[in-house]
């Protein structure tokens, strides 16, 4: 075993000596042939071209069936916005305290008290029940669907190989790609947004489906069957009631997915909802509007979620605090309800909230930013000059072009790069000898990157770097799938677009784990420091994506600063919660064997608990990647280039063939990633002994 081990540890230490011979090879032919640094626009094929011809065929043949879909989906989506706009604020506001008593007690019956009030009161109480009539058809619709599809997974092999990729690419390609068929198929209004928020809403259904009655014990099937049970009664009187807890978090996921998509789907189907006003302000820069619309999305996100998260947790303290049957606490809401109603046939200011009552300080608030920009314009505008000449350009463009007397004060002269060369020759060699060939050889691909940029790199060695990593991580299977994924961005002509994607997404991930982790870690050894944590999380992770560019805009305007603040405040998340989880559930009994061996706090943090964390927090790097990608494709609309903005340009022109390309260029690049980390994750696994 040991010698096997160390021929393919010989051999991944070849591969590398050889990329870096490939590598430099073209690195020095960059300014002599220009195909080494652009890909030759003869090389590539007309992919979207293509696609768009079978989508006009396909949208020829078939749109009358997709338009009568429309119209039927019509009918419920009007019924339910004609009752909420119709019915009395304060008696849907008492409807939604009942549930969200018998949801969550007290404390979440406040909070629906407040969220609602607030709604009424800053004047938005039609469009958010216009945005709740749209998530109110789109959920049930993503839920039997997926439902519906889960089940067919889990009964059949067959059907579970077509579900499962079909699942990754609809949870990899970005939603602007797909809202481009959606437009083109069903047509432009509410409905088409509503029907755009399903489709999104259902892999979460899916995939809680599946696992919830894959995890049905043995135990209980045979004793249903052993009762006597039918194959149907199996199902429904024991599979189905033994899985209803993961079925109801995927519900919630469904929930909190499809009213994530409110603003987006407002790009295809205004209705004056929330959502629209979110984006039609945020267009406009008025930015005192948006941010009050946004916290609008954001507390119906955080109402929604705390009422669904509550019904699957089957949170039973809150119900028998006041021993309540929930019976008795919604007739108790119905009736209140009852009450409003008919009082609001007299009582005008019941019916509909007076103008005179609304708080409206957009004005106020728009003047403070005003303020805050004037008196601090400068302090802001060196925090971002500073990320972006000392952070990001080197990353992009490399220190070889960005080291200006301009930007860093000075040229880069000759005794510079040498020093430079020297130094990371010298730091590789030193990490190699302290901590193996695989430190040494991350150390030089990073300082190669850093002086050259990702983006000046030549494309040739980049696809070597990428395959070879991803082939050392996770096999030739992982290793042939990047490279699959790298080809179709070059054959297709979108590579430079999707590595200016991987840039900027590489960047914001590497802060966003390093901050997120030291929280994470921080948090796992103090308690006070994950109570105050934990409600900024769950902040962060209900707020639509849209909502978190508002701030953000507000005082660093459009750029790529922008964006990158952006993704972080998405991404960052995860690798705070991973890590704070892997490190708090390490085995005690390794923890109290560290301790007998004499151990300080230290040395069992970074020893022990730390690398029996490891499958863990590289769980959290993946979805920090994953969040990052998501929101790469929102901060399109701040003035980014990529792979995010090519959808959304082909979004606006109704441009299918160019929204799948850059679209499925996205998915490639997040689903190689995630590959590569679960990977990763399950040698660490192996290795620790860890199941």
């Not at 050889?18 to 002599?32: E, H, K, M, P």
């Not at 009213?259 to 789907?265: D, E, F, H, K, T």
């Not at 050259?452 to 991580?473: D, K, S, Y």
Request: net charge neutral; with cysteine.
């Amino acid at each position: 075993m040991n010698s096997l081990h160390q021929r393919k540890e010989r051999f991944s230490l070849f591969a590398w000596v050889a990329v870096a011979i490939f590598g430099s090879v073209f690195l020095f032919q960059r300014d002599l042939a220009d195909w080494v640094t652009q890909y030759p626009e003869a090389w590539t094929l007309p992919a979207a071209t293509w696609a768009n011809i079978g989508m006009d065929w396909f949208v020829d043949h078939f749109r009358w069936l997709f338009r009568a879909i429309s119209w039927l989906l019509t009918w419920p989506m009007d019924a339910i916005l004609g009752l909420l706009t119709w019915l009395p604020w304060p008696t849907t506001i008492s409807l939604f305290i009942g549930i969200a008593f018998v949801a969550g007690g007290w404390p979440l019956a406040l909070f629906t008290l407040f969220a609602l009030l607030y709604m009424v009161g800053i004047g938005y109480w039609t469009e958010s029940m216009r945005t709740l009539a749209l998530v109110a058809v789109s959920v049930p619709l993503s839920v039997l669907v997926g439902f519906g599809l889960g089940v067919s997974a889990w009964r059949s092999e067959r059907a579970n190989r077509l579900v499962q990729p079909l699942l990754d690419l609809m949870q990899t390609v970005p939603t602007f790609a797909y809202l481009i068929p959606i437009l083109l198929l069903f047509g432009f209004g509410p409905v088409v947004g509503m029907i755009a928020s399903a489709i999104y809403a259902c892999p979460p259904m899916v995939r809680s489906t599946v696992l919830g009655l894959q995890r049905v014990p043995e135990e209980t099937v045979e004793s249903g069957i052993m009762s006597g049970a039918s194959s149907g009664q199996l199902f429904w009187w024991v599979r189905f009631p033994s899985a209803l807890p993961t079925i109801l978090v995927g519900v919630n996921q469904s929930t909190m997915a499809a009213l994530s998509m409110v603003i987006i789907a407002a790009i295809i189907g205004s209705s004056a909802d929330i959502g629209w006003e979110v984006l039609s302000t945020m267009r406009r820069a008025n930015f005192g509007e948006s941010l009050l619309a946004g916290i609008v999305v954001a507390l119906i996100a955080m109402l929604l979620d705390r009422i669904t998260r509550g019904f699957a947790q089957d949170n039973q303290r809150s119900k028998r605090a006041f021993s309540l049957s929930p019976r008795l606490i919604l007739g108790i809401a119905g009736a209140t309800a009852l009450s409003f109603l008919l009082l609001s046939l007299s009582v005008t200011e019941l019916s509909e909230f007076p103008d005179q009552w609304v708080f409206y300080p957009a004005a106020q608030i728009n003047a403070a930013i005003l303020f805050f920009t004037v008196e601090f314009g400068a302090a802001l505008d060196q925090i971002k000059n500073g990320f972006l000449f000392f952070f990001l350009l080197p990353l992009r463009i490399g220190l070889e072009n960005t080291i200006r007397p301009f930007t860093w004060g000075f040229d880069l002269t000759l005794t510079m790069k040498i020093s430079y060369l020297i130094a990371c020759v010298s730091l590789s060699l030193l990490g190699g000898y302290r901590y193996g060939w695989r430190v040494a050889v991350a150390i030089g691909i990073a300082t190669v990157l850093l002086y050259f940029g990702i983006e000046r790199m030549p494309w040739p060695a980049m696809v070597a770097l990428l395959v070879t990593l991803a082939w050392q991580a996770g096999g030739t299977r992982v290793g042939l799938f990047t490279l699959a994924g790298l080809a179709f961005m070059l054959v297709t002509g979108v590579w430079s677009l999707g590595v200016r994607s991987l840039y900027l997404c590489f960047a914001a991930v590497l802060v966003s784990f390093i901050i997120g982790g030291s929280l994470g870690i921080w948090a796992s050894q103090s308690d006070r420091v994950s109570r105050l944590v934990r409600p900024i999380n769950d902040t962060l992770q209900t707020m639509p994506l849209f909502v978190l560019l508002i701030p953000i805009l507000m005082f660093f305007q459009v750029g790529e600063f922008t964006a990158f603040l952006a993704i972080i405040a998405y991404a960052i998340v995860p690798a705070i919660r991973y890590t704070e989880h892997g490190l708090r559930h390490v085995n005690n009994e390794v923890i109290e064997a560290a301790i007998a061996s004499g151990c300080t706090p230290l040395q069992i943090l970074w020893q022990v608990r730390l690398p029996l964390a490891i499958p863990e927090i590289m769980l959290g790097l993946n979805q920090t990647i994953m969040f990052g990608l998501a929101m790469l494709i929102i901060a399109a609309l701040v003035g980014t280039q990529g792979l995010g903005q090519a959808v959304y340009v082909a979004l606006g022109q109704a441009n299918f063939g160019e929204g799948l390309v850059a679209g499925l260029g996205i998915a490639f690049i997040a689903m190689s990633a995630d590959r590569i980390i679960q990977a990763v994750s399950a040698g660490k696994k192996r290795a620790l002994g860890i199941k």
